[in-house]
């Protein structure tokens, strides 16, 4: 109705997810960019979080298309409550095998048959796995064994798991999900929208449908759209298709903060307004695996100054480069002035076996030993900024590469 008054050639709020209006906000654009990178190491789990109506299904769907389908094939699963063994007839389901009999053996020869056809071809595999907080603990499991089968040394099968709040909880503390949390190489909890970003997705999304400019809007409506919604995406599209078709009714070509408060105030009697209330939530630092198998942990953050709307330039490169080696030669330099301080203490040049220095030996010894867990220290210390390193040039090759570190919000 509201887009034929207003002569859009869309509906351009419509809450199911669509990829031709997807807005990149600054936590989507964070999600791309660990998606990308988790998706370049061609294996294990990338998991991405988030509120109900986050955005998280179109972020996924944005990404499909912007993947060869002659380089991967994708399968697409929306769970329910399923266990271990459903689990992997609806993933054979999803790649379109067809399994003789129903028993999960036959489900797994084929889905491993399949992986390996499609790898002979020079074709990745991946699945995803949507409202992956349905998933009961055997299910996951039955992903992660999955996630075992190889050629060679190359991984077959790579799952994204997109989930709920909840889901990330899951996933943190349950005792049986350890092997899982080690294949996860990447993750990102979707946050809500900042409120100056809340006008440009509604006119990006009513550009996308055709939007000269009718209706108009009151700068303050999109501050109070914001703290209606808590920023999150769906809610946003639920209060401006009320907004929309109160114009349409009342033949309105400007919106303004009077029927923001009115369209609030009808969803609110009908019940709609419960879902325009979020509940705030922490934004998930991303993890990768680390070489030896260990417990993740997380990747580094952009220093400031660097990450911008433009992204990582090449001087934000260079510095970065430079604040890590700055930061290894400091660690060097702590571990070399102990030596040295334990070189020079008094004592240290007594015979071992002269009996009058018994008790300087002891003490000699201490210190050999305090200095030797301290080395200790500093050189963990030092390999994990050798990762972390590795780790952020990784991730800006994948993004100058990609051109992703020039991309601008829509």
Not at 34 to 55: D, H, R
Not at 190 to 206: C, N, S, T, W
Not at 312 to 325: H, T, Y
Request: include cysteine.
């Amino acid at each position: 109705m509201f887009d034929e008054f207003y002569g859009l050639k869309a509906r351009p709020f419509q809450l199911t997810p669509d990829p031709e209006f997807y807005f990149e906000s600054l936590t989507h654009r964070k999600a791309l960019s660990y998606l990308g990178y988790g998706l370049a190491q061609g294996e294990g789990f990338v998991v991405i979080t988030g509120e109900v109506g986050s955005g998280k299904s179109t972020l996924v769907a944005h990404l499909m298309e912007t993947i060869d389908p002659a380089r991967m094939t994708a399968a697409n699963v929306v769970t329910s409550a399923l266990d271990g063994g459903e689990i992997v007839h609806v993933v054979a389901q999803a790649f379109g095998l067809p399994v003789p009999g129903h028993d999960k053996a036959s489900a797994l020869g084929a889905i491993e048959a399949f992986l390996h056809a499609e790898a002979r071809l020079g074709r990745r595999c991946l699945l995803i796995i949507d409202e992956a907080q349905n998933l009961s603990i055997g299910a996951l499991e039955e992903l992660r064994m999955l996630s075992n089968f190889q050629l060679g040394s190359h991984p077959l099968l790579q799952t994204l798991l997109l989930g709920q709040p909840e889901f990330r909880e899951t996933l943190a503390d349950s005792d049986q999900l350890e092997q899982l949390r080690q294949r996860v190489i990447a993750a990102h909890h979707l946050g809500p929208m900042e409120r100056e970003e809340v006008q440009a997705y509604i006119e990006h999304r009513l550009g996308r449908a055709g939007w000269s400019g009718n209706p108009g809007f009151d700068a303050d409506v999109f501050a109070a759209i914001h703290e209606a919604s808590g920023g999150i995406p769906r809610r946003i599209n639920q209060i401006v298709n009320r907004l929309l078709l109160l114009g349409a009714v009342e033949q309105r070509a400007h919106i303004d903060s009077a029927m923001v408060a009115q369209v609030l105030e009808e969803m609110n009697s009908d019940g709609a307004m419960a879902l325009a209330r979020p509940q705030p939530q922490a934004e998930a630092p991303a993890t990768e695996e680390t070489a030896g198998g260990e417990a993740p942990v997380a990747p580094p953050a952009a220093p400031a100054g660097l990450a911008g709307e433009a992204g990582f330039d090449a001087a934000g490169v260079a510095a970065l480069i430079e604040q890590a080696l700055a930061d290894r030669d400091a660690r060097i330099g702590e571990l070399e002035q102990a030596m040295l301080e334990l070189a020079a203490a008094p004592g240290t040049r007594e015979p071992a076996w002269a009996p009058e220095g018994d008790g300087k030996v002891a003490e000699l010894e201490a210190r050999l030993a305090e200095v030797s867990a301290y080395a200790a220290k500093l050189e963990a210390r030092l390999d994990e900024q050798e990762h972390m390193l590795r780790h952020t040039l990784t991730m800006l090759i994948e993004w100058i590469e990609s051109d992703g570190g020039r991309r601008e919000a829509a």
